[in-house]
Every structure is written in C-alpha cells, then in structure tokens.
C-alpha cells in the first residue's frame, strides 16, 4: 500500500512538473530585471533567461551574469530536475538556446564580459556553450576594463570630495 501511495505522489508530481512551459519569455523592458546585479534589461541581444522546472524565470543582462548565478550555491535548488536557458541572438535578438548557441569575444555587452551568442556558426563564433562559461569563471572577460571605464565616467576619473568632506585627505583634497 506504502509503495501504490509513493508511486501515486511521485506521479502527481511529475505531471505537474511535465506541463511546464520552457519557451522563452517576452522582456518586460519597464519592469525586468536582472537578477544577479539588479540592472534593468536593456538590450535583447545580449540578455539571458533561465527557467525552471516550475515556470519561474530568472534574468540576465549578459552572459557573465547568467554564469554567476550558475556558480551559486542555490542554482541547483531553483533550477529543480530542469532548466532551459535561453540568450539573444547577437545579430538577430531572436531568443535561442543557450547551450546550442555559438559565441564570439569582443562584443560591448551589458555588464562588460564580451562575449555574444550567435544562432549559426560564423568564422568569428568559435566557442560552444560550454567553452564560454569556462573562460568566464576563469576571468576571460572584457569586464575589468568596462568597469574602469564605467567609474571613470562617473567620477571623471578621480574622486572629488566637497570641501571640508574629504575623508582625511584620501582624494587628494585636504
């Protein structure tokens, strides 16, 4: 009787999980963000989405942050038993599969990794899915520099510090 009642939750249970729908979302652009880092999503071709077995969606400004999430501990929680992966096409924005995509290095996305999905293979889209994610966690990016230039930008290039605020001269202001 213990095994029919097992049997019957292990069932239910997939049948709920077996209606799942893993096609690719439509980007909000007034209200998605993305869930690594917290920006906005502003540009389709270079945006992630994973989702789960239960429909719910993470997303992902840039490929890098997409690899982050992977690397945390609780990824294997949300993603459950499955989860599909969806980038934008560099060329195209048409959402692809992540893990079937072809990716190139040296785009200016996002968050500053550089690398940029692309549907077919093409002479500058060397790398598989795999081979992307491994050269991120291993620091292959574009990213220092983005974010050198980003601070710069803000802070044209040096602190400044209204007088009498300084913090014990650490801008150069005293």
């Not at 989405?49 to 429909?55: E, F, L, R, S, V």
Request: hydrophobic letters at 35%; aromatic letters at 12%.
């Amino acid at each position: 009787m213990k095994k029919l009642l097992y049997l019957g939750v292990f069932l239910l249970a997939f049948a709920c999980h077996s209606g799942t729908d893993f096609s690719p979302r439509k980007i909000n652009f007034d209200r998605d963000v993305c869930y690594i880092c917290g920006m906005g999503l502003t540009d389709q071709r270079y945006n992630a989405q994973a989702i789960n077995a239960y429909g719910e969606v993470h997303w992902y400004d840039d490929l890098g942050c997409l690899v982050e999430d992977m690397d945390s501990p609780e990824w294997k929680k949300w993603c459950g038993d499955k989860v599909q992966l969806w980038i934008g096409d560099a060329g195209s924005g048409e959402w692809i599969d992540a893990t079937k995509a072809w990716y190139r290095y040296g785009d200016h996305t996002p968050m500053g990794y550089g690398y940029a999905a692309l549907k077919n293979k093409t002479a500058d889209s060397l790398m598989s899915f795999s081979t992307a994610v491994e050269r991120i966690r291993k620091g292959i990016s574009m990213r220092e520099d983005f974010v050198k230039k980003k601070k710069m930008s803000i802070h044209g290039g040096q602190m400044k510090c209204a007088p009498g605020k300084c913090g014990g001269g650490k801008c150069g202001n005293k």
